[in-house]
């Protein structure tokens, strides 16, 4: 019983240096303006707004990454800053400003983890 309640304490500590490790590698991603890298988080379906766009719900990973790439070029995105960082369950937010060439926008994100990686369930930008 030790032994069993070891290996699940090994375990849990193991997902959660994986999780900090995808939330520095989306920051990153955000910081260096790389849509692709940042699309790479991104969970099989996921809801994205942008400003002046329409709300799309259940979006495939593939157009969702031609959208958010497309939006990165267009506003020139070069930069990030975090202002926030919470986890509920395994649920976390992040939240920050992305800074464009002409035009900060703020960003949050929501995100699950799903046992081997944090996947991005909602980008929302303003």
Known sequence: MKRMMAIIGVAFAMSAFIVVGDIDKIINALSAGNAAQFSSFYDDFLDIKLPEKDEIKNVGKNQASITVKSFFDNNGIKGFEKTSQR????????????????????????????????????????
Do not use: A, C, H
Request: charged share 30%.
């Open 87 to 126: 986890e509920m369950g395994g649920t976390m937010y992040l939240t920050g400003r992305l800074k464009g060439e002409n035009k900060n926008f703020n960003i949050t994100l929501l995100m699950k983890d799903r046992g081997d990686k944090l996947s991005i369930i909602s980008i929302r930008v303003n």
